[in-house]
């Protein structure tokens, strides 16, 4: 990891994902590792590791990419979520092609 060997990590991910999941998991990280400083990039651009500050990019992902080396953190469900004039307009969502 480019930052990690000069103290600090710069970490790119959805913000949701951030809030969410990697956020309340960091202070136990920080505690262990006060030598460590990081960064947050919470952007959905596309990620860009060569000539970047970024060391680790945490996606989305149906399939994990070639390359770079990838590893599957979490398990994740979606569900649609919409408004009651949506309801009221469409109907019930039952099948994907609703």
Same mark, same amino acid.
């Given at each position: $990891? ?13 913000? !949701?994902?951030?809030? $969410?999941?990697?956020?309340?998991? #960091? ?7 006060? &030598? ?9 651009? &596309? ?9 680790? %990019?945490?996606?989305? %992902? ?6 770079? #080396? ?7 469900? #979606?569900?649609?979520?919409? !408004? ?15």
């Amino acid at each position: $990891m480019q930052g990690a060997n000069s103290g600090g990590l710069t970490i790119h991910l959805f913000q !949701s994902l951030a809030q $969410m999941w990697l956020i309340p998991q #960091m202070d136990d990280f920080l505690s262990s590792n006060p &030598e460590i400083t990081v960064k947050l990039i919470t952007k959905p651009d &596309e990620i860009e590791f060569s000539g970047s500050s970024i060391d680790i %990019a945490i996606r989305y %992902a149906v399939e994990a990419p070639s390359e770079p #080396m990838c590893e599957k953190l979490i398990d994740d469900a #979606m569900a649609p979520v919409v !408004s009651p004039d949506y309801l009221r307009h469409y109907g019930v969502i039952e099948t994907p092609e609703d």
